[in-house]
């Protein structure tokens, strides 16, 4: 498996580090309630198709991205900066 | 027997090799099969589970009979193909699977029980009693059945790994992938083309027909010449490309040939991982078999290795050869024997209406039905319409069709597809995205038709690559027919062999199907059809057609199995290489190592760093009394330990201040300029991730420390918060644990000894950080503690570590101390209740630790809601305590559970357990850290430590963490 990395280009999936679910982006605010966190911290979904997940590229420039893939075909559909999708949204 | 000349054999450069013990002469580029052949001997090893004596039935990897063991001693390989393996002077092989000897094998009696040893014999006998399948049936018939072994012993042979990446892979070096090479190479691609055999040229090189005016294998050399010679080419001979994974990526193994590894000691064998942009699969086709009654006999091969035989090594097969196949293969075998002067005395044609301009015995419309002889072929049975004869032959080529080589297409998924016409499954469109398929192993079975393919396929892949394809002629080549009719099996009695490695026979599949194992994928498990090295490349598709006919559905209906890589068996040691010993994991070492080394510490591993256990003594007999004397020394004079092992985080920029109160519990905007704080850092799901200290170097500089072993999580952790959660901020970090060396300097005596060092007054409160140099070198002081002394620790430049290191420990000991240890270092903080990864282990909570009172009230952080969490504070958690033992110097063991007193020691009962012990030299006893349920309202009460795995059990008094100078004085002071 190969990913391309905004910053360094295409490279193994041995150099990046695998999260989950980009959900993780969208913390609740603080006084949000027990259910929102209960969801951010542990409720994740298990797609057969499309899923947005958070890599981090440990074994090159450090960047944490947003790799957008199919869990079927294996199909790479992009790759972009998570500091970018926070600031644009 | 040799013919007197031709193949591609150096007839100047004969050597000498052994097998089975015996001396046999062959020529460079032979194969040991080619050069016993030469010698007239057939028998080359005995069968899986009927010790049936066998020969080889093909010329290539996918070789199911002739495996030997290559080599003595450590280094032996096991069920090497003799079809592959080159001979070369001092090459030493040996049969397998037989005892005494290949000639007689005592258990060739296997065959005589065959009856009673069909597919699910096992299953079906070894049921009773249940307890002997492990103690005595499946040793025993892992005796009976199997195939070589390893010598069991390291072997100091090498392997190698090695990473390459190109514009184009061409899989396969026959007709179409020389094509197709040359086509994008032209072009401007880089290309490697990769070939398990030894020199390209694919089936060029068995073929007598003619490329561009010219016998097949001299255009071979020609046009691989002109790749050798292009900058962007790199041929890979030698080198099975063995899977094909995600986006590109494949594997492949690289065997050196046995001259080098001779001459330039290198690597036995590579395993390389391509990268390719675009791939063209050439890998050709392999010819299958026809079953018939011991159609496994010595002298019975297939039509195609024949020819490879005759042509490629100047064999002479036999002395009468009998041909038999469905298809035109069996007719050029016919030919080309007869144009060396070979006997062929039948040409077996199951095509009714065959002809042949051929001038020997044909018998179209008939099939052979039997094989005769034991250890070698003598005779075959030859059944028409109406009458049937035999005929003695001592060789029989036999041809059921070709098989293209669909494996890699199939790596991802996909699945290969039937072609009536063709008889036989082709590679489904679009399988691995990227890669074209070309030649035979598209359907294309004449050489003109490979050569265009190919060539076509190169040019797309140039345009693909946006390259500018160069057009060119193709040479003109041989552009046969290639007609076949459905043959499996031939009916009749006895036995009619499917899968010669595996000694599965047509009957054993129809009877699989009988007991409803249907399914292709059940049939195979229950025959083991198709296991083992050859993975059923000659009997696959045999296979299905033979059950399709039993079950009565359908070839296309039926299905393969699924083909999985690795395409040819490749060795643990290839896929591990440089990973044994030493290699499994990189060392980290600080610069503090040598010197420890050389005071004769030995080296604990912490992670992949290595940390001295503690610094023997003369007279010290054990650890433990380094260790007592190491702790003493810290306490009463002064000690010295390398910290450079803990994560260093270099935080910068307006922000940092309040991205640390985001990470940390408590406040880090507050922390003065030239000050350290401790710091607890949470997972946002409300447990410890970390804890440490961090120091304010200036307005926007803080240097962060992590625990050893959490330093790459901490980063990772860091950089997501910022760049996931809060890129906003305006700040960065970056580690520098490897580019400053710190060590611990602690104890009563500890100013005393850095006021010499750094030549002045030390003028360090407590919590205290400050820059200093040591004549041209810039170093900072810390003060901070982590044994409960008067402590500092000291950074410098990782360059000069080693030299500071040195001077400490002389300095130390000059003052009655000197350096400690791991060990002793573990002794001092538990002393203190200082915590490590030992308990804050990923269960606990700030609540637990009995710091839920760092958890700021006023400000946001990670972790900070989920903290607050019912289930995760209150009596029922388990909460971290001292503990001692009632009876003084009683062991406490780390991992043993703590119950009641009167309780049974069971789990229900569990009260919570031990984490970290030591012995106490301070405090003259055994002290422990741990956690119990509620334990922090439970001070004064006695617990019962129960360790089932030794038996042993000790009344603790539950205490406060902290043990030692509670006050703190002698750490602040």
């Known amino acids: 498996m190969r990913i391309t990395c905004p910053i360094c ?77 926070r600031a644009g949204g | 027997m040799r013919f007197a000349q031709g193949g591609l054999i150096d007839r100047e450069a004969p050597v000498e090799f052994s097998f089975d013990g015996r001396s046999y002469r ?9 050069a016993l052949l030469a010698n007239d001997i057939r028998l080359m090893g005995r069968s899986f589970k009927y010790h049936r004596p066998r020969g080889p039935l093909t010329a290539g990897s996918e070789e199911p009979n002739a495996l030997v063991t290559l080599g003595e001693g450590p280094g032996q390989e096991p069920n090497a193909r003799a079809t592959t393996c080159e001979v070369h002077d001092g090459l030493v092989a040996r049969s397998q699977n037989r005892w005494p000897g290949l000639g007689f094998d005592l258990l060739g009696v296997n065959d005589w029980a065959a009856p009673f040893l069909g597919a699910g014999f096992y299953y079906k006998t070894f049921m009773w009693p249940k307890s002997f399948w492990e103690r005595l049936y499946e040793p025993l018939i892992r005796r009976a059945a199997g195939l070589g072994s390893l010598s069991g012993v390291a072997s100091a042979e090498t392997c190698d790994k090695a990473f390459a990446h190109c514009d184009l892979l061409v899989i396969g070096a026959g007709p179409a992938g020389l094509m197709a090479a040359l086509a994008a190479a032209r072009a401007g691609a880089d290309v490697i083309l990769a070939d398990e055999d030894t020199r390209p040229g694919g089936a060029l090189l068995r073929e007598s027909g003619e490329v561009a005016g010219q016998p097949g294998a001299h255009w071979a050399v020609q046009v691989s010449e002109e790749l050798a010679g292009m900058d962007n080419v790199r041929i890979m001979c030698r080198t099975s490309v063995t899977g094909v994974y995600d986006h590109g990526t494949y594997a492949a193994l690289e065997r050196a040939a046995p001259a080098t590894v001779r001459r330039e000691g290198a690597a036995t064998e590579t395993f390389w991982r391509i990268v390719a942009r675009r791939t063209v699969l050439a890998a050709g086709a392999l010819e299958r078999p026809v079953a018939f009654r011991d159609n496994d006999r010595p002298g019975v091969m297939l039509a195609g290795a024949v020819r490879a035989y005759a042509n490629r090594w100047a064999v002479r097969p036999g002395r009468a050869v009998a041909v038999f196949g469905n298809n035109d293969s069996a007719h050029r075998t016919a030919r080309d024997l007869m144009a060396r002067g070979v006997h062929v005395c039948a040409l077996v044609d199951a095509r009714h209406g065959a002809r042949t301009d051929l001038d020997l015995p044909f018998f179209p419309g008939a099939v052979v039905s039997r094989a005769h002889g034991g250890r070698r072929l003598e005779a075959v049975d030859i059944r028409m319409p109406g009458r049937s004869l035999r005929l003695r032959a001592d060789c029989l080529a036999i041809s059921g069709g070709w098989n293209p080589s669909v494996h890699l297409t199939c790596h991802l998924g996909a699945r290969p597809v039937w072609d009536a016409d063709l008889v036989a499954f082709l590679p489904g469109a679009g399988a691995v995205p990227g890669l074209d398929v070309a030649g ?124 999985r890589p690795p395409f040819t068996p490749v060795s643990i040691a290839a896929m591990g290489a440089g990973a044994q010993g030493m290699g499994f994991a990189p060392r980290r070492l600080t610069t503090s190592h040598r010197v420890s080394l050389r005071r004769g510490a030995p080296m604990l591993e912490v992670g992949l760093w290595y940390r001295p256990s503690h610094y023997p003594r003369v007279g010290e007999a054990t650890w433990r009394e380094s260790c007592d004397r190491e702790a003493r020394m810290v306490r009463e004079s002064v000690g010295i330990t390398d910290v450079s092992t803990l994560g260093k985080i270099d935080i910068q920029g307006p922000d940092a201040a309040r991205f640390l109160d985001f990470v940390y519990t408590n406040r880090f905007t507050t922390l003065a300029e030239g000050r350290v704080r401790y710091g607890l850092m949470l997972r946002e799901d409300g447990h410890v991730m970390d804890d440490g200290t961090t120091a304010r170097l200036g307005p926007e500089h803080y240097l962060m420390t992590t625990t050893t072993a959490a330093a790459g999580q901490v980063l990772r952790h860091l950089e997501f918060v910022h760049q996931c959660l809060c890129p906003h901020m305006d700040l960065r970090l970056i580690s520098v644990t490897e580019q400053w060396a710190q060590f611990a300097v602690a104890g009563p005596r500890a100013s005393a000894l850095l006021e010499e060092v750094l030549q002045g007054p030390l003028d360090l409160p407590f919590m205290g950080c400050r820059a200093v140099s040591m004549g041209p070198v810039g170093a900072r002081l810390f003060r901070i503690s982590f044994s409960g002394e008067q402590g500092y620790e000291i950074a410098v430049p990782s360059r000069y570590g080693e030299g500071l290191f040195s001077r400490l420990v002389d300095r130390a000991e000059a003052l009655g101390g000197g350096a400690y240890g791991m060990e002793a270092l573990n002794v001092l903080r538990i002393e203190k209740g200082f915590i490590t990864h030992a308990e804050i282990h990923g269960r606990v909570t700030a609540f637990d630790i009995g710091m839920a009172g760092m958890i700021s009230k ?79 309202a439970r001070h004064g009460e006695v617990v019962r430590m129960v360790e089932h795995l030794q038996g042993v059990e000790t009344l603790c008094r539950v205490s406060d963490p902290l043990a030692f100078d509670p006050a703190g004085g002698r750490m602040r002071d």
């Open chain 1, 9 to 85: 280009g295409a490279r193994d999936r041995r150099e990046f580090y695998y999260m989950g679910a980009a959900v993780a982006l969208d913390r609740p605010v603080p006084e949000a309630d027990a259910a929102a966190w209960n969801a951010y911290i542990h409720e994740r979904d298990n797609p057969a198709g499309l899923t947005r997940d958070l890599w981090y590229h440990e074994a090159g420039c450090g960047a944490w991205l947003v790799v957008t893939r199919d869990t079927i075909s294996h199909e790479v559909h992009g790759v972009t900066l998570a500091s970018d999708m």
């Open chain 2, 26 to 34: 062959g020529f460079a580029g032979d194969t040991l099969a080619s």
């Open chain 2, 440 to 563: 035979a192993a598209s359907g294309v079975f004449s050489t003109a038709g490979c050569l265009e393919s190919g060539w076509h396929a190169g040019m797309a892949a140039a345009r693909a690559l946006d390259l500018k394809p160069v057009e060119a002629a193709i040479p003109k080549a041989e552009d046969g027919h290639y007609d076949i009719v459905p043959l499996w099996a031939v009916p009749g009695k006895g036995r009619a062999w499917v899968d010669f490695q595996n000694d599965v026979t047509v009957k054993d599949v129809s009877q699989a199907a009988q007991e409803n194992f249907r399914s292709v994928e059940h049939m195979k498990r229950y025959t083991t059809q198709g296991m083992a090295p050859d993975q059923g490349k000659n009997s696959n598709v045999v296979a299905l057609a033979v059950l399709a006919d039993a079950t009565r559905d359908g070839i296309p209906e039926t299905g393969t199995t699924t083909f």
């Open chain 2, 858 to 936: 006023d400000k946001d952080c990670i972790g900070k809601a989920a903290a607050a969490r019912p289930g995760l504070l209150g009596a029922e958690r388990e909460q971290l305590v001292g503990l001692r033992p009632v009876k003084s110097g009683a062991a406490i063991l780390a991992g043993a559970h703590l119950f009641e007193e009167q309780a049974e020691a069971i789990s229900r009962h569990d009260q919570g357990y031990v984490t970290s012990t030591c012995h106490s030299p301070a405090l003259g006893d055994t002290l422990a850290l741990g956690f119990l349920r509620n334990g922090r």
